[in-house]
């Protein structure tokens, strides 16, 4: 409103101005009152103009927009939805859609529109065999291609077979079965993430030290993903490279032959990214390499390296893999959810060369400073072999990811807090056991502590009782001692089907779930649920529970009786890694709020996201045409 004030004043004649200063001051008291009206007038005329918009106007109006488009929006269908996003997007393109009716290329591009998945749409006329007439008289219509049989020569055609986009002919029933007037529409509904010059892992169980790597930091089998390249525009049908799927060995293979381009980078040391001619691919399941003269050898579908000559300055990587949704560390959020550092926040680089060298130097130096610090650092740090220190000797403790890094930290992490002192963690990612021992609490937001076998929190409240509270986290197994009360949210704890929450015979005292999906079971004195999945069910005293499922045991420590969750993966690092899969019972799919999947991908929407692809095949499908839907992902 100053601003404004300024604007009136300067409308009138200094002479004024200066004998209101030496007098009482009412003309500056009327005109700051003026311009506070002016300023929200101005503020309403602006949403107002925003309003004509579908893509400023209010979430409101979306609504009613997309009611008067007649769209139907029954849910949810991004986590972005609580600003009216997908909706949005769909109200706002359906009109030029629709003039656009009638081919395949606008079915796929309004059904990703809509549901915000990868779509490809396959016409049965590419993939039917045709021959020539044999009836005596001249052809009809345009020359048809050869007959439509295989060569089983064609590597490339027999490895595109169980592909949608695959145009090899196959001899089909055309009186019962997909023919040219039938179309197969193909979904990825697992998004992709692109990871930019990120440290490999050196895989110890290789035969050979310093040769076999994995694109995972953590070496973890991580599939490789294509990270999409969306169509030039609607009327094109998208093509294999724009869609967010995974890669398979044959496909990486093909891509060699045909244009020697790669959907990664892979570089030596601190040297240029390694030619897609010195590159071979292979199965590295057992890590035994074949004999190749190419540099490296790569397997796609669990995401491994290998180098025929060994690595001592380390490898580093860019490339792309999938996870349903944005949460745990990484580059899974979008930039507005990261927390940017102010213009005086203490920002540490970690490297040679710097005042801090090595991540314990940084952790230190926190530790001596309590002051909220940003890590501006990618690389994989492995600690000594006691371990990294952080706490606080007064105040608060604040160590947040910077914007776009990811550092991983292979080791445990001890977190000291002697005096009810408070420490936070924003985008790490842990390779280890953390610990902390009250009294204090920890707040852990988009972190990542890898699930692995006697991994995950170590809790110790004998002194004093600890609070943690994580958010868009994944987490391992929660072990606790004492007064412990844990509060989690839009999150995966993963104890690997056993203890999650409470292992080791100790319940935690009080345990409050919203949107989270519990790889395990849950002992605690106070369980409180919200839209969540457990798996291994619930041990002790209930409190609310509100449109979640938990598995029933007959007996305490026996197998879950009735229905069981089923997910596309349970394994970490894998695409569909607590993804509640296709075939999941309906009790299980629908036991959230109005019948929504509940869990940690709740606000993903996707039973939503199916209705609404419904809604445009039956629009957007051309006259004539039938259809089938696969779900790949």
Same mark, same amino acid.
């Given at each position: 409103?100053?601003?404004?004030?300024?604007?009136?004043?300067?409308?009138?004649?200094?002479?004024?101005?200066?004998?209101?200063?030496?007098?009482?001051?009412?003309?500056?008291?009327?005109?700051?009152?003026?311009?506070?009206?002016?300023?929200?007038?101005?503020?309403?005329?602006?949403?107002?103009?925003?309003?004509?918009?579908?893509?400023?106007?209010?979430?409101?109006?979306?609504?009613?927009?997309?009611?008067? $488009?007649?769209?139907?929006?029954?849910?949810p269908s991004a986590p972005s939805d609580q600003s009216g996003f997908a909706l949005r997007a769909w109200a706002g393109q359906v009109t030029d859609l629709r003039r656009r009716r009638g081919t395949l290329g606008?079915?796929?591009?309004?059904?990703?529109?809509?549901?915000?998945?990868?779509?490809?749409?396959?016409?049965?006329?590419?993939?039917?065999?045709?021959?020539?007439?044999?009836?005596?008289?001249?052809?009809?219509?345009?020359?048809?291609?050869?007959?439509?049989?295989?060569?089983?020569?064609?590597?490339?055609?027999?490895?595109?077979?169980?592909?949608?986009?695959?145009?090899?002919?196959?001899?089909?029933?055309?009186?019962?079965?997909?023919?040219?007037?039938?179309?197969?529409?193909?979904?990825?509904?697992?998004?992709?993430?692109?990871?930019?010059?990120?440290?490999?892992?050196?895989?110890?169980?290789?035969?050979?030290?310093?040769?076999?790597?994995?694109?995972?930091?953590?070496?973890?089998?991580?599939?490789?993903?294509?990270?999409?390249?969306?169509?030039?525009?609607?009327?094109?049908?998208?093509?294999?490279?724009?869609?967010?799927?995974?890669?398979?060995?044959?496909?990486?293979?093909?891509? $060699?032959?045909?244009?020697?381009?790669?959907?990664?980078?892979?570089?030596?040391?601190?040297?240029?990214?390694?030619?897609?001619?010195?590159?071979?691919?292979?199965?590295?399941?057992?890590?035994?390499?074949?004999?190749?003269?190419?540099?490296?050898?790569?397997?796609?579908?669990?995401?491994?390296?290998?180098?025929?000559?060994?690595?001592?300055?380390?490898?580093?990587?860019?490339?792309?893999?999938?996870?349903?949704?944005?949460?745990?560390?990484?580059?899974?959020?979008?930039?507005?959810?990261?927390?940017?550092?102010?213009?005086?926040?203490?920002?540490?680089?970690?490297?040679?060369?710097?005042?801090?060298?090595?991540?314990?130097?940084?952790?230190?130096?926190?530790?001596?400073?309590?002051?909220?610090?940003?890590?501006?650092?990618?690389?994989?740090?492995?600690?000594?072999?006691?371990?990294?220190?952080?706490?606080?000797?007064?105040?608060?403790?604040?160590?947040?990811?910077?914007?776009?890094?990811?550092?991983?930290?292979?080791?445990?992490?001890?977190?000291?807090?002697?005096?009810?002192?408070?420490?936070?963690?924003?985008?790490?990612?842990?390779?280890?056991?953390?610990?902390?021992?009250?009294?204090?609490?920890?707040?852990?937001?988009?972190?990542?502590?890898?699930?692995?076998?006697?991994?995950?929190?170590?809790?110790?409240?004998?002194?004093?009782?600890?609070?943690?509270?994580?958010?868009?986290?994944?987490?391992?197994?929660?072990?606790?001692?004492?007064?412990?009360?844990?509060?989690?949210?839009?999150?995966?704890?993963?104890?690997?089907?056993?203890?999650?929450?409470?292992?080791?015979?100790?319940?935690?005292?009080?345990?409050?779930?919203?949107?989270?999906?519990?790889?395990?079971?849950?002992?605690?004195?106070?369980?409180?649920?919200?839209?969540?999945?457990?798996?291994?069910?619930?041990?002790?005293?209930?409190?609310?529970?509100?449109?979640?499922?938990?598995?029933?045991?007959?007996?305490?420590?026996?197998?879950?009786?009735?229905?069981?969750?089923?997910?596309?993966?349970?394994?970490?690092?894998?695409?569909?890694?607590?993804?509640?899969?296709?075939?999941?019972?309906?009790?299980?799919?629908?036991?959230?709020?109005?019948?929504?999947?509940?869990?940690?991908?709740?606000?993903?929407?996707?039973?939503?996201?199916?209705?609404?692809?419904?809604?445009?095949?039956?629009?957007?499908?051309?006259?004539?045409?039938?259809?089938?839907?696969?779900?790949?992902?």
């Amino acid at each position: 409103m100053s601003d404004d004030y300024e604007i009136l004043a300067s409308l009138l004649p200094a002479y004024h101005r200066e004998l209101d200063r030496a007098g009482d001051g009412a003309l500056e008291v009327l005109l700051r009152a003026i311009a506070g009206q002016w300023s929200d007038l101005r503020e309403r005329v602006d949403d107002l103009y925003d309003d004509v918009f579908v893509e400023t106007c209010s979430t409101d109006l979306v609504r009613y927009f997309a009611e008067e $488009l007649g769209l139907d929006d029954d849910g949810p269908s991004a986590p972005s939805d609580q600003s009216g996003f997908a909706l949005r997007a769909w109200a706002g393109q359906v009109t030029d859609l629709r003039r656009r009716r009638g081919t395949l290329g606008t079915l796929a591009s309004a059904a990703h529109v809509a549901t915000g998945w990868s779509i490809h749409v396959q016409p049965g006329s590419a993939s039917v065999a045709r021959t020539q007439p044999v009836g005596g008289g001249p052809a009809v219509g345009p020359p048809v291609r050869p007959p439509g049989s295989i060569d089983v020569r064609d590597l490339d055609a027999l490895a595109q077979l169980d592909r949608p986009w695959s145009t090899a002919g196959r001899l089909v029933d055309l009186r019962s079965g997909p023919g040219p007037a039938h179309t197969d529409l193909s979904v990825w509904r697992i998004p992709t993430f692109p990871v930019q010059q990120h440290a490999c892992a050196v895989d110890g169980s290789g035969p050979t030290p310093g040769r076999a790597h994995t694109f995972n930091p953590f070496g973890l089998d991580q599939p490789l993903h294509v990270h999409p390249v969306p169509p030039e525009t609607p009327l094109d049908r998208p093509t294999p490279g724009a869609l967010a799927r995974p890669i398979g060995r044959a496909d990486l293979a093909r891509l $060699l032959r045909q244009s020697g381009t790669l959907p990664f980078t892979v570089r030596a040391g601190t040297g240029d990214p390694v030619r897609a001619e010195d590159i071979a691919v292979a199965d590295l399941s057992s890590w035994r390499a074949p004999a190749s003269p190419h540099a490296v050898v790569v397997d796609p579908e669990r995401g491994r390296l290998w180098f025929h000559d060994p690595q001592p300055d380390g490898v580093t990587v860019d490339y792309a893999f999938g996870l349903s949704g944005a949460i745990g560390a990484g580059p899974t959020h979008a930039p507005s959810q990261w927390r940017r550092p102010p213009e005086d926040g203490r920002v540490i680089v970690v490297g040679p060369g710097h005042p801090h060298p090595t991540i314990g130097a940084a952790l230190d130096a926190v530790r001596r400073e309590p002051a909220p610090s940003w890590l501006d650092d990618d690389g994989t740090h492995r600690a000594p072999r006691d371990g990294w220190r952080l706490g606080a000797t007064h105040g608060s403790v604040s160590l947040v990811a910077a914007v776009g890094r990811t550092p991983a930290l292979v080791g445990d992490l001890h977190i000291e807090s002697p005096s009810h002192h408070r420490v936070e963690l924003v985008g790490l990612a842990v390779d280890g056991v953390v610990t902390m021992t009250g009294p204090g609490s920890l707040v852990l937001t988009r972190c990542t502590l890898v699930p692995r076998p006697r991994m995950g929190l170590a809790l110790d409240g004998h002194r004093g009782p600890v609070v943690v509270s994580a958010s868009r986290c994944i987490l391992g197994s929660v072990v606790a001692r004492g007064s412990v009360h844990v509060s989690v949210r839009d999150s995966i704890v993963d104890g690997r089907g056993r203890g999650a929450l409470g292992g080791a015979g100790q319940p935690v005292a009080s345990v409050d779930l919203g949107c989270v999906t519990v790889l395990g079971t849950v002992s605690a004195g106070f369980v409180a649920l919200d839209r969540c999945i457990v798996t291994g069910g619930v041990r002790g005293p209930d409190g609310p529970v509100t449109a979640s499922w938990t598995s029933v045991e007959a007996q305490p420590g026996t197998a879950p009786i009735g229905d069981r969750a089923r997910f596309t993966s349970e394994v970490f690092g894998q695409p569909g890694y607590a993804q509640l899969a296709p075939d999941c019972p309906p009790a299980i799919r629908h036991a959230g709020p109005d019948g929504s999947e509940p869990g940690v991908w709740h606000a993903l929407g996707q039973d939503a996201r199916g209705r609404r692809l419904a809604q445009v095949v039956g629009e957007f499908l051309p006259a004539g045409q039938t259809l089938s839907i696969s779900v790949r992902s």
